[in-house]
């Protein structure tokens, strides 16, 4: 069976010794209830639930088929029901969430980390609750209070789940061509009339309780995205005194078979003018969804972090125990009848991408949640203003680049196994098929690539990433002389070079940016892993335990063997658009 | 329901313009029962069959949980046996096999194209006849007359199938360390015991008989792979005249639940002091077993091209089809909701690696093809030397660059799909499950690439490759200038630059090899790529038609933007193998 263990001490390095959380929390009144000692204690305790609760029913609950659809009802895997009412008793739903409607108040740069142990042991599990969070994040930003006091409380408790209803069958990634209709009633709710797909979470049995966020238009909307409005839709109505009522006229119609995440129910979601309630004004409803789509965003990121640490774990145990052949150098274990595989440079090689990816991956995000804590609860206007560019920057990066590189590393760990990587049995196979959506859903990588070289970049000709930029230089100015140091310094200037030449390029080429956007994101994703291994770097320097001195030798490592991607990524974007977009569109499927 | 077309017009073109077959065939009267007409007419029936008869099968057998276990028996997915029958009829199981044992004795340039067909449109049902076409040349090249004349006509009919039987659960890669026994009887047969496991084809339904080939040890065999023997084991014994017998004491004890290939029967086979018969000499087993090997190798290759040529196809026709967003450069389709996502160049730029590698993935299978059947059927001792070493050198590559090259073309061709790739109806997501396999069986890529940095490069001191390059160049002088070819001769001063580095390291430091292995063999893989590339642009750049013109584009696109790939390899290769091999063992598995 596949194992786990938290990686309690890499996170309390992270959070203490790169970022000194507990400076940070002690220097804002907000952060008074939290400290290194609470924060360590809750990651032991969810180190423990992942662990012993959640990790077998993620095996089982695929081996089962996962979720199952029943005449318009949805089962989930067996033990998820139980899992999940541990888990909403332990007040895990709402541990970042405000206290006012019952959540923890726990800060962004220690929630990720929580999260990513969840990713780690099941994936379809942790999307329950994801959603739920992310519907009470939107309800928080933009709902009116009496729709805050109805219906955050009930989400945090886990009475209630929540979801996001955007996709429809001919709209996915262009949200302007959505059909679905808000027909307006005479007490001030509406009619929601359309069908919805893909939708996590969209009917289940944890819960007595779905709300549904819905993206419609109301009647003479503007056409395209500026039509848009967000509806609360409750599975069952509420009556006067607050409880449930009669059921609304929304119901799942199917659930998709998936490649993985089979424990999650992904549904398709019939509304037949179901009963809705609008979320802030008319027409400005993309706008709340994206409250939750940038919080969703992130989240991915930390799924991609969770399966490549399982898949580094299971990986790095299997070389361990797995003997076959002899080391180049000569015979390391004679009393054995071969060697360990780790004996062998290119089973290290992989490992090393991994376990390189892996810290330099949960830094990143620990970071971005410090800037997102920022934005929260800073009092200070500029730290606020630069610390929101830099999680607009930095949102693409943590959902697309976090993902590509733990599909890889995910890849390379199940070759770590040989054959027994591709069957079912050691868990690997599962960990990839689950992680695989984590590229394609919340806007698919190449449209986060897209948003980050567009929006991100060329709109401000640049501005956010050069301020990214001069961050990582003051901090470059504090290290000692090393080869990361060089490599971090030299980064910065090849990447604020190809900015610059991005910007001018999409000046005069229309379709430039898309072209080259994918690399470029890249491109950006191995300056901010380097900035990471600069960080740890130079934390870790000040240690002299084994632990922390072995992290040099991986920032090195990661210098010397993943950074040479770079150049790669540079190369092809100067290589331009024109070869790309030159061919008609009939050539792709000529008949050859 | 996914769709497929056989490429036959870039097969004609890899065949008859690129490789000149038809000169090829004409020059040697071995193959007077081969031109192009022949060649065509033998691919357009098999487009049919691929088409027709077993790509819905695909589809429907994984749905179905492909094969399926019920106490001992193995029963293959429904309409495979149908299937069978009419491939087996059609005379494809011996379309490359002698003539004298009922083969068609075509050409293996031309039934690489064959198997690419099948390899597209059912992974899983090419894997019952390629296991018994590889075993059938294990029996040619080693066996007796007698074995001969016993086993090759019923192997070539499909009235009995083949399996290889190497494998057993603590020796996958590392052979010396099996533990079956073969035991000497006194009529000359031998009794074999042990457990082998990973056994494509072990039992099934289709056919009337099973013959393994099983590697075993001899009493008082030498330690290690020196000593083992090779082995027929029949499912039924044979009677004085040749009927089947009686069972003989070997029995599948499970299936493998797998990530895919669910279609293909991946057995645990017991053998319980089983009657076996020696092939070829004591001791000499392993070197038997690589002539099937080597064969199976290119074969994972051509699974590689057959799997990314499914994926383009529906890539490239859901990308034709799917409205969504609106050209960066302005409205294409206004009569349309949208354009079509073929107008954003991140779409084009996966659908354009794809297609790059498979036509140079398809050129390099019928190139390495064609040196097989120089070593086969040449009467120049030079010429069979010379196509010795090349093939030698090349199906590493072939094995595992095409397959590494081709997961990611089938992950681009996924992501083209946004959510619907990640739904099974597609049959994307079954694509990539399928083809996984590929880069793990027959030897991981790791091990291909240590074959190739070993054996095929430092043993030599790197004369494989120099002869190979030197090839290239005589090839590269009869180029027009253009930038394929400048682009080419810089990858040949580059790897050869490249291998003499590797060869200096290597004769100092035994553990450099292993550690830089993968990145060159990519690195040979990219220089056998922008060669494949630069015959094709030479052939294509003869004729006006745009389906030629297009190529040249295409050729400029692997150099512009796949290329740039090498550059990062040597860099890895350069920074070496000590940041990979100085953390000790431990450390891979500590807590963090």
Redesign the interface.
Known sequence: MPIY?A????MDFILNDVFKADEFWQANENFAHIDMATANAILEEMAKFSKNVILDLNRSADEAGGAQFNQGEVSTPEGFKEAFQQFADGGWIGLGAEEQWGGQGMPKMLTVLADEMIWSTNPSFMLYPLLTVGAGMAINDRASELQKQTFLPKLYTGEWSGTMCL?EP?????LG?IKTKAEPNADGSYNITGTK??ITSGEHDLCENIIHLVLAKTPNAPAGSRGISLFIVPKFLLNEAGQLGERNAVSAGSI?????IKGSA?CVMNFDGAQGYMVGNENEGLAGMFVMMNYERLSMGIQGIGAAEFAY?NA??Y??DR???R????VQSPEK??D?I???????????NI?SNNEASRAFAVYVGQQLDITKFSTDAEAVRKANDRVALLTPIAKAYLTDKA?DSA?EA??CF??H?????WGM?QC??DL??A???EG???VQ??DLIGRKTTKCQGAFIAEYIAEIREFVATMDECSVKTATASVCDQVEALTQFIVEQAQTQ?????????DYLHSVGLLSFTYMFARIRQAASLKAE??YQ?KL?LA??YI??VL??L???I??IH?G?T?????P?E??????
């Open positions: 263990n990686p309690l001490k890499d996709t001919h709209s996915g990634t262009d061509l797909i893909f998709e078979h998936k490649m993985g992904t774990q790095a145990q070389a361990t003997l076959q052949g080391a180049a150098t000569g009848p071969a360990s780790l004996v062998h440079g290119d089973v290290r090689r992989m490992l090393l376990k599909l890849l199940q070759m040989g054959g990587g591709y069957i079912r049995e196979e990839i098929r695989r959506i590229q394609i859903y698919t990588n190449a690539a897209i229309a379709d430039f940016s898309n072209a080259v956007a994918v084994s632990f072995n030798v090195d490592y010397a063997k040479p991607d150049a790669a990524r190369a092809r290589a658009s070869l790309i977009m030159q061919l569109e050539y792709f499927t000529a008949q050859a």
